[in-house]
């Protein structure tokens, strides 16, 4: 007889019976609660894919969208992207503005993960003054806002559902401040 425990996040997993029971309830377990099947690299990096929203859909299960999302965000010639003006609030409201960066990038490039050192350098033409971002996109991480796959410097972060709201309400709010 086997056991198996997982628990990501806030979602946990428990199963007991023989290997082949096991792996099929784990497997039925992997497809309902975050859509698809993974992978075995994926597994073994500790990352379960799940499906995110695509920014500004508009959909109930996606972000509001946002016609003037995109004038929150600049993209420089070299492709690094960043904010069009600051928050309200200065460096207090670094994570915000991190988050709202993560957002930036999926919608100005049409990708869904970004790395940290990308996050950094629009964060700095910003005009934001940080040494460190990780254990801001760690607490991102935490509060459910964002996800990360990958190891030391080959980490990238994507926004998750909540994530995806939350940072297209931080464009709405760039934007204002733009106009």
């Known amino acids: 007889m086997k056991t198996l425990k997982l628990k990501f996040t806030t979602?946990?997993?428990d199963a007991?019976?023989?290997?082949?029971?096991?792996t099929e309830a784990r497997n039925w377990w992997l497809e309902n609660v975050f859509g698809k099947k993974p992978t075995i690299s994926s597994v073994r990096q500790g990352h379960i894919p799940e499906q995110r929203p695509s920014i500004g859909e508009g959909s109930a299960e996606s972000p509001?969208?946002?016609?003037?999302?995109?004038?929150?965000y600049r993209k420089t010639?070299?492709?690094k992207v960043y904010l069009a003006a600051r928050l309200p609030g200065g460096d207090e409201r670094l994570k915000d503005a991190l988050l709202a960066l993560v957002g930036?990038?999926?919608?100005?490039?049409g990708e869904d993960e970004v790395g940290g050192g990308q996050l950094m350098g629009g964060l700095i033409?910003?005009?934001y003054k940080t040494l460190?971002?990780?254990?801001?996109?760690?607490a991102l991480e935490r509060n459910g806002l964002v996800t990360v796959r990958g190891l030391h410097r080959g980490k990238k972060y994507a926004l998750t559902a909540t994530g995806a709201n939350r940072s297209s309400e931080l464009a709405e709010e760039i934007s204002k401040i733009r106009n």
């Open 16 to 22: 007991d019976g023989d290997l082949s029971d096991v």
């Open 77 to 79: 010639k070299d492709g």
């Open 132 to 138: 460190r971002i990780d254990k801001m996109l760690l």
């Open 64 to 72: 509001k969208s946002s016609g003037s999302s995109t004038g929150a």
């Open 104 to 109: 930036g990038y999926s919608i100005m490039t």
């Open 125 to 127: 033409h910003s005009g």
């Open 11 to 13: 979602t946990e997993f």
